[in-house]
């Protein structure tokens, strides 16, 4: 069943468990994703961003999504990440999606605070949460990668005033994470997260999930992160599905869908243990 952040989010930041944001830009990664979250019996985010709509726009991923979560016994929230302009943003909404996340982390405060402010009010008349973000999450390389990331660290008494102005429903937030593939650990600032955790009363959220440790992650949820994004590691499952596909002799690609699908799905599986939200849907509502 479709449902927003709030149905999710709520119970994971109360009883310290994080739900995954998993993006779908194809049937595949949908199938996979679904199916993962149906047997554990996990509620699950699924979605696009911006950057990724080269691969499907988001007419495309809503009834991809859709199509599985509205007849599913389990919760399931359509989030669109990382939209970077207004106009997008409304697009998602129109398309269906039940959650939104305005980005306007790279401009001045006031400007971010003003514009996701404004997001947040039309969203909410449309029953669609909002997601901000404060600080800036960088890349791990290309032309969005920090060369000092922790000048664009959140800062917890900025993060009260945000989230009080804004009425955002989720507040991603910038630790020592990044996005894509990280070529050295990171390090997280796990303080940080317990001083912001203090101070706003949103659940938070974790961008560049892929490639943190197990501790990290078990760390950084109990420290208050709720949502955690994954899009890199089921990125690169899926091809590792095809290679094996390849070495099993697949020449077509009808065959090679099984390899992909069941790749992208141990992947899944693997986080939600990890994030120990398997069997959490009875919890919200869902038997």
Same mark, same amino acid.
Request: hydrophobic residues 45%.
């Given at each position: 069943?479709?449902?927003?952040?709030?149905?999710?989010?709520? !119970?994971?930041?109360?009883?310290?468990?994080?739900?995954?944001?998993?993006?779908?830009?194809?049937?595949?990664?949908?199938?996979?994703?679904?199916?993962?979250?149906?047997?554990?019996?996990?509620?699950?985010?699924?979605?696009?961003?911006?950057?990724?709509?080269?691969?499907?726009?988001?007419?495309?991923?809503?009834?991809?999504?859709?199509?599985?979560?509205?007849?599913?016994?389990?919760?399931?929230?359509? $989030?669109?990440?990382?939209?970077?302009?207004?106009?997008?943003?409304?697009?998602?909404?129109?398309?269906?999606?039940?959650?939104?996340?305005?980005?306007?982390?790279?401009?001045?405060?006031?400007?971010?605070?003003?514009?996701?402010? $404004?997001?947040?009010?039309?969203?909410?008349?449309?029953?669609?949460?909002?997601?901000?973000?404060?600080?800036?999450?960088?890349?791990?390389?290309?032309?969005?990668?920090?060369?000092?990331?922790?000048?664009?660290?959140?800062?917890?008494?900025?993060?009260?005033?945000?989230? &009080?102005?804004?009425?955002?429903?989720?507040?991603?937030?910038?630790?020592?994470?990044?996005?894509?593939?990280?070529?050295?650990?990171?390090?997280?600032?796990?303080?940080?997260?317990?001083?912001?955790?203090?101070?706003?009363?949103? !659940?938070?959220?974790?961008?560049?999930?892929?490639?943190?440790?197990?501790?990290?992650?078990?760390?950084?949820?109990?420290?208050?992160?709720?949502?955690?994004?994954?899009?890199?590691?089921?990125?690169?499952?899926?091809?590792?599905?095809?290679?094996?596909?390849?070495?099993?002799?697949?020449?077509?690609?009808?065959?090679?869908?099984?390899?992909?699908?069941?790749?992208?799905?141990?992947?899944?599986?693997? &986080?939600?243990?990890?994030?120990?939200?398997?069997?959490?849907?009875?919890?919200?509502?869902?038997?």
């Amino acid at each position: 069943m479709l449902v927003n952040l709030n149905a999710v989010l709520g !119970p994971a930041r109360k009883n310290h468990y994080g739900v995954g944001l998993f993006n779908a830009v194809n049937l595949e990664m949908t199938n996979a994703i679904m199916d993962a979250a149906e047997n554990l019996r996990a509620p699950v985010i699924m979605g696009t961003a911006e950057i990724l709509l080269g691969a499907a726009d988001l007419r495309e991923v809503a009834a991809m999504v859709k199509s599985r979560a509205e007849s599913s016994g389990i919760p399931v929230v359509l $989030h669109y990440d990382h939209g970077l302009t207004f106009e997008k943003c409304m697009e998602a909404i129109q398309a269906g999606f039940t959650s939104v996340m305005y980005d306007c982390s790279t401009l001045p405060y006031e400007e971010n605070v003003q514009k996701v402010a $404004h997001m947040t009010e039309i969203a909410h008349a449309f029953g669609v949460t909002v997601e901000g973000e404060l600080g800036h999450v960088g890349d791990n390389e290309g032309a969005g990668r920090l060369e000092t990331p922790d000048d664009y660290f959140t800062v917890p008494s900025v993060a009260a005033d945000y989230v &009080k102005r804004t009425n955002v429903d989720a507040l991603a937030i910038a630790v020592g994470n990044a996005h894509g593939d990280y070529k050295f650990p990171p390090k997280l600032d796990f303080e940080r997260i317990s001083e912001i955790a203090k101070v706003v009363d949103v !659940p938070l959220v974790l961008h560049g999930g892929s490639g943190l440790s197990d501790d990290d992650f078990s760390e950084a949820i109990e420290r208050g992160i709720a949502k955690i994004n994954i899009f890199t590691d089921i990125n690169k499952a899926q091809v590792n599905g095809m290679q094996e596909g390849l070495k099993a002799g697949v020449n077509n690609a009808f065959d090679m869908t099984p390899y992909e699908v069941a790749a992208i799905r141990r992947v899944v599986e693997e &986080k939600m243990h990890l994030f120990n939200s398997a069997g959490k849907a009875a919890g919200q509502g869902v038997s």
